[in-house]
């Protein structure tokens, strides 16, 4: 299993499929953004995503989305509020934020956001 900081730094890509995007690292997740739906349940009865944690990696189901990259352009990015598994969630310098972008067939670029990057507080 990768840590973020790895990821991040070794630009290791995510994939995506469908409505389905693997994440190669594992993390809780506090708040998703895609388009304008702003996602913070993230329980079993969500609507709107369903996470399924492996031993090595973190799947995410969009529920509300047949494809994710016939919704999402390029240029656009699903956003995220997490912390990385084994962090403590309640220490405030935990929470990263990071951005999903689909490119090539099937690849998610992971990058970490700076402030320019709009996040709904």
Not at 21 to 41: G, M, N, Y
Not at 58 to 67: A, P, R, S, T
């Amino acid at each position: 299993m990768y840590t973020l900081d790895e990821v991040i730094k070794n630009k290791i890509s995510g994939l995506c499929y469908g409505n389905r995007i693997l994440l190669p690292f594992k993390a809780q997740l506090l708040k998703v953004i895609v388009e304008s739906d702003i996602i913070t349940d993230f329980s079993r009865s969500s609507k709107g995503i369903q996470l399924v944690e492996h031993e090595e990696f973190l799947d995410l189901y969009f529920l509300e989305y047949k494809g994710l990259s016939d919704s999402l352009s390029k240029y656009e990015a699903i956003k995220m509020v997490l912390v990385e598994e084994g962090k403590n969630i309640f220490d405030w310098n935990n929470h990263r934020k990071i951005a999903l972008y689909l490119t090539e067939k099937h690849k998610v670029t992971i990058e970490e956001t700076g402030a320019d990057i709009l996040f709904i507080e």
